[in-house]
């Protein structure tokens, strides 16, 4: 398959990336093992998680925080201060780690549940005909995991994170997926699905 320019990352060096990584400061935030680092590695968190996510979806959300396609004042700033040979390494690093793996679970948590949050569950697998809302599994595939040069791992990713970012989608102030494909997706969601989605999803 052919892969949209976009998404298709160089090439990079994963140990000149974790050095890169660390003199650039991504890993105060993002962790060391791109788990979300401190108060983010948290329930509160809305550090992304990086560790096992796509190296072209990483690159490209660099290439649209410079950009301001996607807006936050201090990822912009990062992402400025980036070149795109490091940007590459960077990505590579963060590539070969776990996938999305690191927040420790308490170790009071009881174990994730198969059949919790079922609206959310039968989104994710089936999506909602009756509202013409595709199953997300369709690009996120099964498990989050994604599908390289389509949609990224979502999979394990921080539940405050992912809440963050469906609202951002929903109210349009995230709005960088090609052909607004995640707006509309979002727009007919409840409250009350995206908080469902976000645990469910971040559980996986
Ligand atoms: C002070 C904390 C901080 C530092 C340092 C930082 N980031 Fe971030 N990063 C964030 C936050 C917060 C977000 C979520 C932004 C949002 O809500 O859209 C983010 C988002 C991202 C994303 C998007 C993740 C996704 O799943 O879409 C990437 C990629 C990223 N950062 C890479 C980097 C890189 C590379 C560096 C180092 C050059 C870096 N960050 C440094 C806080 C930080
Ligand atoms: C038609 C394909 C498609 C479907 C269906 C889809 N997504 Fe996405 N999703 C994407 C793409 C592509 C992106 C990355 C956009 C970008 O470049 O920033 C994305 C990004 C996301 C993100 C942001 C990830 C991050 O790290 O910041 C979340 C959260 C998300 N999707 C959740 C969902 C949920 C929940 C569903 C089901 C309700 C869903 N998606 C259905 C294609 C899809």
């Not at 396609?69 to 990822?75: A, D, G, L, P």
């Amino acid at each position: 398959m052919m892969l949209p320019p976009a998404l298709a990352a160089p090439p990079g060096d994963p140990v000149a990336g974790r050095e890169k990584a660390d003199t650039e400061r991504c890993l105060e935030c993002h962790g060391a093992a791109g788990e979300g680092q401190g108060f983010s590695n948290g329930a509160d968190g809305k550090f992304a998680k990086l560790g096992g996510q796509y190296p072209a979806y990483i690159v490209k959300q660099i290439q649209d925080f410079r950009s301001g396609k996607r807006k936050h004042e201090f990822m912009k700033m990062m992402a400025t201060g980036i070149s795109d040979a490091d940007l590459a390494d960077i990505a590579a690093y963060f590539a070969t780690l776990p996938a999305l793996a690191g927040t420790p679970r308490a170790a009071s948590a009881t174990a994730p549940d198969a059949m919790a949050h079922p609206a959310a569950r039968q989104l994710y697998a089936q999506g909602d005909p009756a509202r013409k809302l595709p199953a997300c599994i369709a690009c996120h595939g099964e498990g989050g995991k994604g599908v390289a040069g389509v949609a990224p791992v979502i999979g394990g990713q921080g539940q405050r994170y992912l809440e963050q970012q469906l609202q951002d989608w929903r109210n349009g102030s995230r709005n960088n997926s090609a052909g607004g494909v995640m707006n509309q997706l979002a727009a007919p969601l409840t409250d009350a699905e995206i908080e469902s989605l976000a645990r469910y999803v971040s559980e996986m």
